[in-house]
C-alpha cells in the first residue's frame, strides 16, 4: 500500500522561499507522475505542478515562473521548490498520483508578514 509523506511547509515571508518533499514508500512503480496539489481555506483543491507523460513538467499559471517540481527516483521523493511566495500561496500543499482519491495529511505553507 502506498504511503505519501509531506513535510517543509512552514511559515515564510512574502519573497521567501520554501522546499517541500514528498517521501513515497510502500507499493510503488514510479514516482514519475506524481504532482503537487494545493488547497487554501474555503477553495477547491487545485494541481500546482506536475510532470508530463513526455517528461517535461506543467504549473499552474500562478506559479509558473516561480516554482519548481523535481524528483529524486532513488529515494522516491518528490520535490516543489518554492520562490517569490505570495500570501495567495498559502494553502495545504499536498502530493498525489493523478487519480488517486486517497490523500494524506499534507503540509502548510503560510505566506505572511
Known amino acids: 500500500q502506498v504511503q505519501l509523506v509531506e513535510s517543509g511547509g512552514g511559515l515564510v515571508q512574502p519573497g521567501g522561499s520554501l522546499r517541500l518533499s514528498c517521501v513515497a514508500s510502500?507499493?510503488?512503480?514510479?514516482?514519475?507522475?506524481m504532482g503537487w496539489y494545493r488547497q487554501a481555506p474555503g477553495k477547491e483543491r487545485e494541481l500546482v505542478a506536475g510532470?508530463?507523460?513526455?517528461?517535461?513538467?506543467n504549473y499552474a499559471d500562478s506559479v509558473k515562473g516561480r516554482f519548481t517540481i523535481s524528483r529524486d527516483n532513488a529515494k522516491n521523493t518528490v520535490y516543489l521548490q518554492m520562490n517569490s511566495l505570495k500570501p495567495e500561496d498559502t494553502a495545504v500543499y499536498y502530493c498525489?498520483?493523478?487519480?488517486?482519491?486517497?490523500w494524506g495529511q499534507g503540509t502548510l505553507v503560510t505566506v505572511s508578514s
Open positions: 498525489n498520483f493523478p487519480g488517486r482519491k486517497v
Open positions: 510532470f508530463t507523460s513526455g517528461g517535461s513538467t
Open positions: 510502500g507499493t510503488i512503480f514510479s514516482i514519475n507522475a
